[in-house]
């Protein structure tokens, strides 16, 4: 991967992943990492970025720095606009899509801004070319994006396309999926050996084991996929060719993994996405209860996101449910290293056991906990 820096890029990520998306673009040459909430800025080559899209596990879009500028009004957003030579970033037949961010912004009308950056980028194609791009806000050929502070605002031309984290392979939904990016956070957070047997208790629709079992072949998340570089100007074919071409072999090793949901739609819904993912034959999957169900080995890492507390109505099930759960723990997981994440911040003290570890996340917009529980034999009360 070449080591020249040669423009600026930010990829953002889930918040409280930003450290261990840094590890990774350090890792694929980047250069200048620098973390910032919800992403990491960084410099390096195109090739850099390429592989950043491709191999990163955590990033969900990585983000082309076109340049900042001063602003007070929605016309000075235009001005900044109308000033980059649109033309030389990608055709005039690409369609566009504009999104707008802000932190502390004066401007009233956030969707007022957003089209007069549409505005400026289809009249400057006009001066230049007389003719304007479609805009397209479901399918676009290219994404820019601007970013406004209190009186600085940032654009940015999207690298990636759809977000990073649609790997391709979701086949079957369940209620409230985990993203695939916060998934392999997750499992990198739990410090699983790829030679130790992992648990998903409540499987869902199988992200979890997705993700771990692509992490173990060492299979690229964005092997499946397109990415929003190929329709821009500056797409260099022989180092985009070199990146997806050199990709390195799978693993050898075929990890122990397992998965279980009380809900038989939920195993199903799994299986169908282990299949789209080639990950089928990997993982052993069955219904059951994660009150009932017993250890698959005797010891390993489980990891669960339970879709407990998603309504107010569940308040009095979880007071009953942490610590039967608790209990199930300790008599049928002793030696396990045990990591729950969840919104309820109650979990820790109803569970009756003391967690090892508590790691701050963020699914979208809600904060949760990754809990983390050692499981000691001999440890359950009486």
Not at 233 to 250: F, I, Q, Y
Not at 316 to 326: K, N, R, S, T, W
Request: aromatic residues 10%.
């Amino acid at each position: 991967m070449s080591s020249n820096p040669s423009e600026s890029f930010f990829a953002s990520s889930p918040r409280g992943l930003e450290g261990l998306l840094a590890d990774e673009l350090r890792a694929l040459g980047a250069q200048d990492v620098t973390q910032a909430a919800g992403g990491v800025a960084f410099t390096g080559s195109w090739e850099t970025c390429y592989a950043v899209n491709f191999h990163s596990r955590i990033a969900s879009r990585v983000l082309w720095h076109l340049g900042s500028f001063d602003y007070a009004t929605e016309e000075d957003i235009y001005a900044a606009a109308r000033s980059v030579s649109w033309r030389h970033l990608f055709e005039v037949g690409k369609s566009i899509r504009v999104n707008l961010t802000a932190i502390r912004s004066p401007l009233k009308s956030l969707d007022f801004a957003t089209l007069r950056i549409k505005d400026a980028i289809c009249d400057r194609f006009r001066d230049d070319t007389g003719i304007r791009p479609d805009v397209d806000r479901l399918n676009p050929d290219v994404r820019v994006h601007c970013f406004l502070e209190q009186a600085k605002g940032t654009l940015y031309l999207d690298t990636s396309g759809e977000p990073l984290f649609k790997r391709g392979w979701r086949q079957a939904a369940v209620e409230a999926p985990l993203r695939e990016n916060l998934a392999a956070g997750i499992v990198r957070l739990t410090g699983w050996k790829f030679d130790e047997p992992l648990f998903d208790p409540m499987c869902g629709g199988g992200t979890l084991l997705v993700e771990a079992a692509a992490m173990a072949l060492n299979e690229p998340p964005g092997a499946g996929r397109g990415f929003g570089f190929e329709n821009l100007a500056t797409l260099d074919l022989k180092a985009w060719n070199r990146v997806r071409d050199g990709r390195p072999p799978r693993n050898k090793v075929r990890p122990a993994l397992f998965g279980s949901d009380i809900e038989q739609r939920a195993v199903d819904s799994a299986k169908k996405n282990l299949m789209a993912a080639g990950f089928f034959d990997l993982v052993k999957l069955q219904r059951a209860d994660i009150l009932k169900v017993e250890a698959p080995a005797s010891a390993g890492v489980m990891v669960a996101n339970p879709p407990y507390g998603e309504r107010l109505s569940d308040a009095d099930e979880l007071a009953a449910f942490y610590p039967q759960l608790g209990t199930a723990l300790k008599q049928r997981f002793a030696g396990w290293r045990c990591h729950f994440l969840t919104s309820d911040l109650r979990m820790a003290k109803m569970i009756r056991l003391s967690p090892s570890r508590r790691v701050p996340l963020f699914n979208g917009a809600l904060e949760c906990r990754l809990f983390e529980f050692v499981v000691v034999a001999g440890s359950n009360r009486k």
